[in-house]
């Protein structure tokens, strides 16, 4: 079993855009479910399915790319994959991770490492 349709689309957005090749990775249960296919193995747990998307943003990383070479803000990006993307506010403000979420429900979280 692999990642659902939604992540897919988003992937497939967020690798156009040129998030992975600047500052992202993908993260969570969707990357685990793409490494057996990738190391051509069965992994246990591998049919858990989630309603979300992760992915962790580096700033270290972000902070030494050229202003040419940086992508469109993540909400652009997600709604190219599918309108109905808006943002979820956080209830604390020092959060490290910003959440997305479409009409049906799917979600994307930004993790980001924690300073401080």
Avoid at 20 to 44: E, K, N, S
Avoid at 72 to 78: A, D, H, R
């Amino acid at each position: 079993m692999g990642p659902v349709a939604p992540a897919g689309q988003i992937i497939s957005a967020l690798a156009a855009a040129g998030v992975f090749r600047m500052r992202a990775c993908l993260v969570g249960t969707t990357a685990y479910q793409l490494y057996g296919p990738l190391l051509g193995v069965r992994l246990p747990v591998s049919a858990l399915q989630t309603g979300d998307l992760d992915i962790a943003q580096f700033t270290s990383i972000s902070v030494a790319i050229a202003q040419d070479e940086e992508t469109p803000p993540f909400i652009e990006i997600l709604q190219k994959a599918d309108p109905t993307f808006r943002h979820v506010p956080h209830s604390r403000k020092a959060a490290a991770s910003t959440a997305y979420i479409n009409s049906i429900g799917y979600r994307v979280e930004v993790l980001t490492e924690s300073r401080g």
